[in-house]
């Protein structure tokens, strides 16, 4: 799981099994993740992460 929100992320998004990108982030990195995620500003992987880990999927 791999969390993006610039262009310098794109290629561990793209390695990643899951890739999230931040809702506030640049275009081309939104376009390469497969899910988006709450803005960083807004403690984005922290609630996915929480949402993830409480379905007993870690």
């Known amino acids: 799981m791999a969390f993006g929100d610039s ?3 794109i290629e561990m998004l793209q390695l990643a ?3 999230y990108a931040m809702e ?3 275009p081309k990195t939104k376009a390469v993740a497969n899910h988006l995620a709450p803005a960083n500003t807004e403690a984005g992987v922290l609630k ?3 949402n993830y880990l409480s379905k ?3």
Do not use: K, R, T, V
């Open 48 to 50: 996915i992460l929480e």
């Open 7 to 9: 262009e310098n992320d």
């Open 56 to 58: 007993g999927e870690s």
């Open 24 to 26: 506030n982030a640049d």
């Open 17 to 19: 099994g899951i890739s």
